[in-house]
């Protein structure tokens, strides 16, 4: 500023501001406490002889039968779903050896070893999955997408020369019709399915004589299903670039373009939940002998009432030698197949799904662990979940630009084989 002949210096610039960094978020809150336990008898077995029989009309054909019946169910969170649907399988008959759960947690040999806590989102039990269930587990070395996921189905199908194989998801629960007349089980229908789909003439057209392909067989949409490999591997795999929502939609699109064929089959009830029975005892079908007391069960899952006189019944998989079953085994007998008790275990499984229906957001199951900090791997829950939708968003983009076309409608668009990345968008 000048004042005459003389001038006065310029103020000094100001500082900029710095902003404080980091700014944190407001904490978490505190992760709930363990989960509850589920199956008290299942807590307390040592082995499988230790949890009650499988209803009788339900019991493994003895020798196996001669196809191959392999079953996967992948893992990512929430244990009690996992565990839910492991027993509702083996008690709708299906060999507890066929069973293969694909641990995809990203926690390598964690669970293995033992290392995790129930209220880690990623938690599960691996001693009681192998030696009580008797099941088998494929740890992956790193955490896959959805499509990844059912493309190392495909891998195993094609290292283990299985020409179809059988997957699952994890948040459903299996019932056999009961009140079926003649009655077959959940295992032994899916084993006809298999038959019926590699029949000769299975969809052969009676005029033409033109027999299309089937690619997969829907039991209850692709909660439960049944893969033809040959198929699939001539369709080039799942897409894993488009990893989540969307990925089933161009499968099946492709499917349809290139004249395979999704026929329907029907084993049984598949209830889509998001929550456990109180107690997984039920689904194997007994009733209380006359008045018959609770067992009061701790934190832990097991039983504090003492053991009485044992029973001699048998799991069929050996002597059972906990106090816990025995006690279970003198007080109850075998339900009534199709009776009171099967009613009353589908209205419960169906109001379990109506509530998952109802939820805004219906898989909020996956968000009910926010545990494990210390723990080997542990990544925080929030932030695991901001960075899954984020993948799923984009993998729902990539389909987008792959087709042109937003939304599963693909083949119904006009689009065909041959399609993909050559069409211009069409909003």
């Known amino acids: ?59 493994l054909p003895d020798p196996h039968v001669p196809e191959k019946t392999r079953l996967y169910i992948g893992f990512t969170r929430y244990w009690p779903l996992l565990q839910q649907v492991v027993v509702s399988y083996i008690t709708a008959g299906w060999p507890p050896k066929d069973i293969y759960v694909v641990e995809n947690t990203g926690t390598f040999d964690a669970n293995k070893r033992g290392l995790l806590t129930s209220s880690n989102p990623f938690y599960l039990d691996y001693h009681r999955l192998t030696k009580v269930f008797g099941v088998n587990v494929i740890t992956m070395p790193s955490l896959q997408t959805f499509a990844q996921l059912q493309n190392f189905y495909l891998s195993e199908a094609v290292n283990n020369n299985l020409s179809y194989y059988f997957w699952g998801h ?3 629960v299996l019932t056999p019709h009961e009140d079926a007349s003649p009655y077959r089980s959940l295992y032994q229908i899916a084993v006809d399915t298999i038959r019926e789909s590699q029949s000769p003439d299975f969809q052969r057209d009676p005029v033409t004589g033109e027999q299309k392909m089937w690619a997969i067989r829907f039991f209850a949409y692709d909660w439960f299903a049944l893969v033809n490999a040959e198929a699939f591997q001539k369709l080039g795999g799942w897409d894993s670039l488009v990893g989540y929502y969307g990925t089933d939609c161009d499968m099946h699109n492709r499917i349809a373009m290139n004249g395979m064929t999704m026929p329907i089959a029907d084993a049984g009830d598949v209830f889509d939940v998001g929550s456990s029975l109180d107690d997984l005892q039920v689904l194997y079908r007994r009733r209380r002998k006359g008045t018959w007391k609770k067992r009061k069960v701790n934190e832990y899952g097991l039983s504090r009432s003492k053991a009485s006189a044992g029973s001699n019944a048998s799991t069929g998989a050996g002597k059972p030698s906990s106090p816990e079953i025995l006690e279970y085994l003198e007080e109850t007998e075998e339900d009534e197949r199709g009776g009171s008790g099967w009613k009353e275990l589908t209205e419960k499984l169906e109001s379990m799904a109506q509530e998952k229906r109802e939820d805004p957001y219906r898989n909020s199951w996956q968000l009910k662990q926010r545990g ?56």
């Open 1 to 59: 500023m000048s004042l005459g002949l003389f001038s006065l210096p310029s103020p000094p610039p100001e500082k900029p501001t710095i902003k404080q960094h980091p700014i944190y978020k407001p904490p978490n809150p505190p992760p709930p406490p363990p989960l509850p336990e589920y199956f008290p008898l299942a807590a307390s077995a040592s082995s499988p002889a230790d949890l009650p029989p499988i209803p009788s009309w339900n019991r």
């Open 170 to 172: 994890m948040d459903v």
């Open 372 to 427: 494990g900090q210390g723990e080997p791997y542990y990544y925080d829950a929030d932030g695991w979940e901001k960075a899954l939708q984020m993948t799923i968003d984009t993998g729902v983009k990539i389909n987008e630009e792959k087709w042109g076309h937003r939304g599963c409608d693909i083949k119904g668009a006009g689009l065909k084989e041959g399609d993909q990345w050559r069409v211009e968008h069409d909003w």
